[in-house]
């Protein structure tokens, strides 16, 4: 079973699901995960009560969006692969600094202490700035593996790095193998 994150990247999220499908349409057993954010908050993107249902109906599983729903994930709910797309900066940070305050990286975390993969799709508009450092640490912790990524608009945004969607489940498929895809930028 893959554990499916999303976080509060709301312009990614609709990419995420794209990939999601397939994930879904290949038989993969997926078992969904939201922050409160996405779990709660209606934007310019959508409304999360249709990004909910739209989850839930292609996972057939409820999403699980409190810490206490995903405690269990390592010792009594075993995935093969935890996947956080997209991964905002806010999460990369509390994951590179060992913080437990959400659904995402409460499931991070009990997936890293079982020594299982986890893959990060980042979207932040911070990346190459005051998150720069945590990618660095993290790229160095075993069993997390970072999407390809790249500037999306580096004249409007010189700092932002979003990943390439479109590489994630190759991602996914050479993280099993304890690969990281190359290039990452």
């Not at 993107?45 to 249902?53: C, E, I, L, N, S």
Request: aromatic share 6%; glycine share 6%.
């Amino acid at each position: 079973m893959i554990g499916y994150c999303f976080c509060g990247s709301f312009c990614t999220v609709s990419r995420s699901i794209k990939v999601l499908r397939t994930l879904v349409a290949e038989g993969n057993r997926i078992l969904p995960i939201m922050n409160e954010s996405v779990y709660t908050t209606d934007t310019r993107f959508g409304a999360a009560a249709d990004t909910v249902r739209t989850v839930e109906e292609l996972c057939g599983n409820r999403v699980l969006h409190t810490i206490v729903e995903t405690e269990p994930i390592g010792p009594s709910v075993v995935l093969d692969m935890l996947v956080i797309a997209p991964c905002t900066g806010n999460t990369l940070a509390k994951l590179a600094s060992g913080i437990t305050d959400s659904p995402v990286t409460m499931a991070a975390k009990a997936q890293l202490r079982c020594n299982r993969p986890v893959v990060i799709a980042l979207a932040s508009n911070d990346a190459l700035s005051s998150n720069l450092k945590n990618i660095g640490q993290l790229l160095n912790r075993k069993n997390i593996y970072f999407v390809p990524m790249r500037q999306d608009d580096p004249e409007k945004k010189p700092y932002s790095l979003v990943s390439d969607f479109d590489l994630l489940k190759k991602t996914m498929m050479d993280a099993f193998a304890g690969k990281q895809l190359m290039p990452i930028f």
